[in-house]
């Protein structure tokens, strides 16, 4: 039992040894200065374009904005045209209801509605012919001129309420006109946010693109028909192992599959406040990127270990205390841990204190270009740093070996 035992640990050693050393291939595609620079002016021929969709787009939005506008101008215009027309046909039916008031009242004065023989008596009743041709000349006009006068009043109404029907049909189809301008809107505003989210997209390939074209000109001094793979790599400073990026703490979630997402790096987390974090080996800083919203400030670090290339990249700082270009060592403080929601509110990726720590193959923004690419060139930083096995158990150094 004591010699399986025995056997069993000295197996155990040999795994962790072995696993302190193992280091993953590296295969990068191999790229010129030259290449850089075409593939940026490809980057700018599609900004360019974008923004032209997008110049488009707003244009067609503010159109449709000021057709909307006019729709409503004209729906206001004729609300008020159909209130002066309602307010005429009452004016009118009023004046009706008067004149056949006031020709009632005639009748009963003359005793025309008292029957035919009234009537004729009022008309035979005059005093010779000319009285009689008189009389009956005032009652045929005063019946013609009030039949006259409530027919065009009747008349008027009628067109009154023909031309309101007309408006309010008008204003049926406006309504129906601000509803498609308004769903026309609602799409161009979805298409408009699509090619803006695009736009920033592309913004900031264009700058890692320039950052990465400065970088290999002007500090690797790279000609245009050099390899990016060769080019300037010895003078990234020798190493033979990562240490750990902070003096004491533990792992808080570990490389791989979570509930929810995929979890490229492992989260390292202590107490102390202002936690100082640490480059995990010599190398030249690549790129720092400064309070983003899902990671915070980041790091990026370029490193020759053990003839190999990698990168390294320390997420969620509160502060990063290194620039582009910095040359680095072991003992290099390149920030303070951060994480905190409540500290450092623009990272909206974390919920409590640590450094998201990644290890990828090959050198981002020189191998390869793209922030998706360089999450797939990642691999567990178990493989090449010593961490204790499991989550929430202390370490105390950035050496011992577990």
């Known amino acids: 039992m004591k010699i399986i035992k025995k056997f069993l640990n000295i197996f155990l ?11 993953p291939e590296v295969k990068v595609d191999a790229k010129t200065l030259g290449d850089l620079k075409k593939e940026l002016a490809e980057m700018e021929a599609n900004y360019k374009s974008n923004q032209q969709s997008k110049n488009l787009t707003e244009q067609q939005i503010n159109t449709a904005r000021s057709e909307i506008n006019a729709a409503s101008a004209e729906i206001e215009n004729s609300q008020t045209e159909i ?44 005093a010779d ?37 007309t408006l309010a049909d008008k204003q049926v189809e406006l309504s ?6 308004a769903q026309k809107i609602e799409n161009l505003g979805s298409e408009l946010a699509a090619i803006s989210d695009e736009s920033i997209s592309i913004e900031e390939e264009i700058k890692m693109q320039k950052e990465a074209i400065d970088y290999y000109q002007n500090q690797l001094k790279c000609k245009d028909t050099e ?7 010895d003078q990234l400073p020798a190493n033979t192992a990562f240490f750990r990026p902070i003096t004491s703490g533990y792992v808080t979630s570990e490389f791989g599959q ?18 100082p974090v640490y480059a995990a080996a010599s190398g030249v800083v690549i790129t720092v990127m400064y309070k983003t919203s899902c990671g915070g400030t980041r790091v990026y670090i370029h490193h020759n270990v053990n003839g190999q290339m990698y990168t390294t990249s320390y997420g969620h700082l509160r502060e990063a205390l290194v620039s582009k270009g910095d ?3 072991t003992n290099t403080q390149i ?56 989550k929430y158990n202390w370490f105390y150094n950035r050496t011992t070996k577990y």
């Open 13 to 23: 050693v040999l795994m962790l040894f072995s696993a302190s050393i193992f280091v």
């Open 258 to 275: 979570r509930t929810f997402d995929f979890h490229y790096g492992v989260d390292l987390s202590t107490t102390a406040d202002k936690a």
């Open 176 to 181: 129906k006109k601000q509803d498609t301008l």
């Open 129 to 165: 012919y000319t009285d009689f041709i008189y009389r009956l000349a005032i009652t045929e006009q005063l019946t013609k001129y009030n039949d006259n006068l409530v027919k065009k009043y009747n008349e008027t109404i009628e067109q009154n309420k023909k031309n309101a029907q």
């Open 327 to 329: 040359r680095v060592t």
């Open 335 to 390: 920030g303070i841990m951060g994480g905190n929601p409540n500290r450092e509110t623009w990272d909206k990726c974390s919920t409590g204190q640590h450094v998201h720590f990644v290890i990828a193959n090959g050198l981002y923004l020189k191998d390869y270009m793209y922030w998706s690419t360089f999450l797939s060139k990642s691999f567990n930083p178990r493989n090449l740093v010593n961490l204790p096995s499991g």
């Open 83 to 126: 209130k002066n027309l309602n307010d005429e046909i009452e004016k009118l039916t009023e004046e009706i209801k008067n004149k056949e008031e006031e020709i009632r009242e005639f009748i009963r004065y003359y005793q025309l509605s008292n029957g035919e023989s009234a009537y004729l008596e009022y008309v035979f009743g005059a």
């Open 227 to 233: 390899s990016l793979s060769t080019c300037g790599r």
